[in-house]
């Protein structure tokens, strides 16, 4: 994680001319990276101190908001926009028709707003996992988890750079407004949370779709049947959420499993080598 605080502190300093709160930028970074080293320094100082290891465990997690809110905020330093039209057209030509359209069109109901919104919603608890299997004893998968989570989410940050988007609900709003879905508690609810801490330019890849399908893979063979199948059903109903609700465009929820396959595939090798017995 250090090593992307510096790699973001150094896109921040180069195009500082683009960006008016730099300064905040990289001071947000110096301190989080601080934070983290502090926090390895105490484990290493109290080995035994079973709180001092749940706060070490715990920093990574506890600084993504930060993280999260300042790569949306860098988001367009190489182009100067968004290509939300650059890429919804080329979706359209590619497939023959809007997919946020279409997804909405076929199925739309609120009652499936509800219950896709929802499965939407239940991503938030997957930051509540890691200190759910420490508690229960399990720290060494707990671990997997957040180094598998991180590796899905701070690429998927530098991806905001790559290709910057505010996201269909946002840069399509006459089209969102005549084609997009329509709720009760729940949509609203998330509605909310959307703007409230939801910044644009935090789109490609979607990270909700790559860190709920690695939480899923991560998982499923450490849970019970049920407990699994309750997650695939969430994650596949996220999936569908983020292109229904115009979170996202299809291209994102691509993109973000692909992040999550990838990263899973590699976890699961390092940790077969790990595995591995030794030859003396």
């Known amino acids: 994680m250090l090593g992307y605080f510096a790699v973001m502190a150094l896109i921040v300093a180069a195009f500082r001319d683009r960006l008016a709160d730099w300064a905040e930028l990289l001071a947000g970074y110096a301190l989080a990276a601080l934070l983290l ?3 390895a320094e105490a484990e290493r100082r109290f080995p035994d101190g079973k709180a001092v290891r749940f706060a070490r465990f715990s920093g990574p997690f506890l600084v993504l908001p930060f993280v999260y809110g300042a790569a949306a905020r860098t988001s367009r330093v190489l182009h100067g926009r968004y290509l939300d039209a650059d890429l919804h057209a080329w979706e359209t030509a590619l497939l023959g028709f809007a997919p946020n359209t279409a997804v909405t069109a076929a199925i739309g109901s609120p009652l499936v707003t509800e ?5 939407y919603f239940t991503f938030y608890g997957c930051f509540l996992i890691p200190a759910i299997l420490y508690a229960r004893g399990r720290a060494p998968l707990a671990e997997r988890y957040v180094f598998a989570a991180l590796a899905v989410f701070l690429p998927s940050y530098l991806g905001f750079i790559v290709i910057p988007l505010a996201g269909p609900a946002l840069a399509l709003p006459e089209l969102f407004a005549a084609h997009g879905p329509s709720g009760y508690a729940v949509a609203a609810v998330q509605g909310e949370i959307m ?17 709920a399908w690695i939480t899923l893979l991560c998982l499923r063979r450490h849970v019970s049947r049920n407990v699994r199948l309750v ?9 569908v959420a983020v292109v229904y609700d115009w979170y996202h465009y299809l291209s994102d929820a691509v993109a973000g499993l692909a992040v999550a396959l990838v990263v899973h595939a590699v976890t699961e090798r390092l940790a077969a080598r790990r595995a591995r017995p030794r030859i003396p």
Do not use: K, R, W
């Open 231 to 239: 997650l695939g059903a969430l994650t596949a109903g996220l999936t």
């Open 115 to 119: 219950v896709l919104t929802f499965c």
């Open 195 to 211: 703007a409230a801490f939801d910044p644009p330019g935090a789109c490609f890849p979607s990270t909700h779709v790559g860190g």
């Open 37 to 39: 080293l502090v926090l």
